[in-house]
């Protein structure tokens, strides 16, 4: 259809309208793939400028097999009933609140914005005369208008999705699971329904109004340490856990924190490795925090507030993002992350299942992800860490032990430490560190937190000889990718420098395997140089081991010769070595991103110095200008 152009503050009303369907379609389409038996597990709709002169409005979706049909009809219902119904003045509300709460982020941090965003801003005016009104009279008008935009204004967009009106409907299922036949019947079905009003109003979920139900009793600072150099304070709360905060302004609208504990997943045996990776994600589905997510959601409503969890092989992690109006909330949500006790229930662990079955059966048919999984069997010696799970492993989980390795990895205050860094006032955030993160009950009968060198080293090891081995895949049109993995063994007594002398070796391997098999023999497009050296465990004293790989898509005919032709560069450079202006090269680049880095220095600084003052202080070589960034040393 015809897309209108922005000149006017109609105009404009009419984009926030429009901004505000399509947010408050997508909530409903999230809960919907939330609840049991959904009929999709993703959905969303948006709008998208095709050409200068055309606008679509798109509705995409994805599902389990054979459930193309079920997920159309769920579609067309949803728009159907909002063209019904609208939304209702809650519904408006959530979704007001969160454009609110963006734009007022936006307008904090005017002075700070990247560049990038005024260009792409200037760019789409000389292509399609959008207006450039700049962001501080941009809120003002966003703050006037969002309040009076009505339901009646934004369900009226519902029409852009009438499948009367040039509709086009695609799926990718083969035709013994969804014929023509069976979507127009489906089309027939939603709008005989809709013409009959026998499509019944949206029901809304309850929604409670405290993150936190019952305020924690606060927790004391039993030991405070000052770092002058990176200013910085460390302190050690009454229930054992260590938070260390840093005051920066590199954006006004921005805390970042990070937690971390040592122990992860290196930890498991092998026969419980499966059930308890799936930990995150079967509590994921049911609700870290307490809540369901499609519940949290609505909660979190106008608060720019959110924290993520991860469990990594050594450590276990969460972090957090959040407006310094809004660290409670993001607080409140840590404290809820430790104290919350996630219960398998049948239906989100069939969901959970459910989805994990169809990404394994796509990444069955996927050749590349069967030669990606070879290439890690060969190069880690088939350890079941870098293993991928089979449907046959996921047929074992046991969701209830899942759970528990969930919860046992986020309870123990005492064995965290958390950083918290941004544009904070102390004397509004230590009260809040100490009720939230202070008020988190100490857990009876712990056993020591692990140590760095308490941790139990992944099982793997580097094949003993070279190995060529081809991985061959049915494929409509015939393609090659080339992977040469090469193992790294970095010793202890120059670990720290060789971890950059590595990262430099990437880029200059990188460069001139790119000048060979493109530019001398124009064989590929593009070269990548991988280096991987995560899987030893951390340490100062152990070496590192890892791989350096080079990879690169080509002929398959030619995939041999190219391969020779990057050994042959590898062997001419480990004889002559580079030359000096290819070194040269590679350390402006690297200098270039360096110093780009340290534009952000005082966010990143309170999460790279802080770990450095944690572990004696040997990460922040890293922050200025080493001695391995001048010629000579390298």
Known sequence: MPAGEIKTVKDYRDSLAESIFHCALNQRLFKLSRRRDPPYFSCSSAADALVRPVKAYIMTSSCREKGTVEALESMLVEVARARLYGFSEREISIVRALMMSEIESAYLERDQMQSTSLRDEYLQHFLREEPVVGIDYEARLQKTLLPYISSAEVVKFAENFSTTSSCVIKIVEPRAHASLEDLKAVVLKVNTLEEKRSIPPW???????????????????????????????????????????????????????????????????????????????????????????????????????????????????????????????GLQLVYQLFTTKVEPREEEVKIVMQMAEEAIYAQERDPYTAFANRSREINYGNSYFFKPIRISDLKKVNPIRACE??????????????????????????????????????????????????????????????????????????????????????????????????????????TKIMQVLRFKYGQVYSVNVGVFLGGNKPSRSGDVRGDISVNFSCDPDMSSRLVDFVLEEISYLQTEGPSEEDVWTILEIEQRAHENGLQCRKIITGWIEFCGAINQGFIQEMLDPPSWFKMRDV
């Open 203 to 329: 029901e809304e979920e309850q929604i409670p109004e405290e993150i936190v139900s019952q305020s924690p009793v606060p927790g004391i600072i039993v030991d405070k340490v000052e770092h002058p150099g990176i200013g910085a304070t460390e302190m050690i709360l009454s229930n054992g856990m260590r938070v260390c905060y840093k005051c920066t302004d590199f954006l006004d609208d921005q805390v970042v924190f990070t937690g971390f504990a040592y122990g992860g997943l290196s930890e498991l045996s092998e026969d419980e490795y499966t059930s308890c990776t799936m930990g995150s994600t079967i509590a994921g589905e049911i609700g870290i925090f307490g809540y369901r997510p499609s519940v949290l959601m609505d909660m979190l409503a106008g608060k720019r507030a959110e924290v993520g969890t991860k469990v990594g092989a050594y450590i276990r992690s969460f972090s957090g993002d959040c407006s310094p109006s809004d660290l409670e909330t």
């Open 405 to 510: 390795y969930f919860n046992s990895c986020f309870k123990d205050p005492s064995a965290f430490t958390v950083v918290v860094v941004g544009n904070i006032d102390p004397a509004i955030s230590i009260p809040l560190i100490l009720e939230y993160l202070g008020g988190i009950p100490k857990v009876q009968d712990t056993v020591q937190p692990l140590s760095r060198e308490d941790l139990k080293g992944l099982p793997f090891k580097f094949p003993e000889t070279i190995i060529r081995e081809v991985v061959r895949s049915p494929m409509v049109e015939a393609q090659c990718f080339v992977q040469l993995g090469f193992p790294v063994v970095l010793k202890s007594t120059m670990m720290t420098e060789d971890i950059h002398y590595v990262g430099f070796l990437s880029k200059l391997l990188e």
